[in-house]
């Protein structure tokens, strides 16, 4: 049995339909060839959230995979583990941005308000100011989706473990139509540890994480 699922048909396994995103990595693999760019970053067998492996900076990791230029509209999906927030780190740690081929549309990260981190996000063609989130991240596994578009008229959002978080208009127009995933994961204070990445033109919700045809 087959479905349609936005342009692409997918074929269904023992009743399953599974899940083919245009890009994923849960760094099963145990590398980073499936980014296009990989710098300061190191895979780790511990804390996973699916499978044997997930990702973390070494520093100040970078990984930058280029999305097709089928749509001005790409969703994110990673899980990240947030660790070590109570010892006193940096006040904003980013680890997901979305970038059009001229220019950042959104950075989100965590920030620190007194001994509490929230997720911050900056929606650079919108407001284009620094907004905190009002849920309190714990230390743990949360996963964070991204809806991203370049056009005026368009409402970027973002939902953490499931709830909308954050959404921004679209004011500005960069032009263009490629939309680069970049992931940041960090060993600073705080960490934050990553796995199941995903970037799609189609919604990636928390539910998508056992049944992704690689």
């Not at 263009?176 to 796995?195: F, H, Y």
Request: aromatic share 12%.
């Amino acid at each position: 049995m087959s479905r349609r699922v936005g342009l692409r048909t997918i074929q269904s396994v023992g009743g399953k339909v599974p899940y083919a995103p245009e890009f994923y990595d849960g760094f099963e693999t145990g590398d980073f060839s499936k980014w296009t760019i990989a710098t300061d970053a190191l895979i780790i067998a511990s804390p996973v959230h699916h499978g044997n492996y997930a990702a973390r900076g070494n520093t100040y990791g970078i990984l930058q995979h280029a999305l097709s230029p089928v749509s001005r509209t790409y969703f994110s999906r990673i899980f990240f583990y947030a660790s070590q927030l109570l010892l006193g780190g940096a006040d904003y740690t980013g680890f997901l941005r979305n970038h059009a081929h001229v220019g950042e549309i959104v950075q989100i990260g965590l920030q620190r308000v007194g001994a509490v981190y929230y997720l911050y996000w900056i929606n650079t063609l919108g407001t284009n100011a620094l907004i905190t989130g009002t849920t309190p991240i714990t230390e743990g596994w949360h996963c964070l989706e991204l809806e991203a578009h370049h056009a005026i008229g368009q409402t970027n959002r973002v939902w953490l473990d499931g709830a909308l978080e954050f959404e921004d208009a679209i004011i500005f127009d960069p032009g263009g139509s490629i939309i680069t995933l970049e992931v940041n994961p960090t060993d600073a204070t705080p960490r934050v540890d990553i796995d199941c990445v995903i970037g799609d033109i189609i919604r990636p919700t928390c539910a998508y994480h056992s049944d992704i045809k690689v």
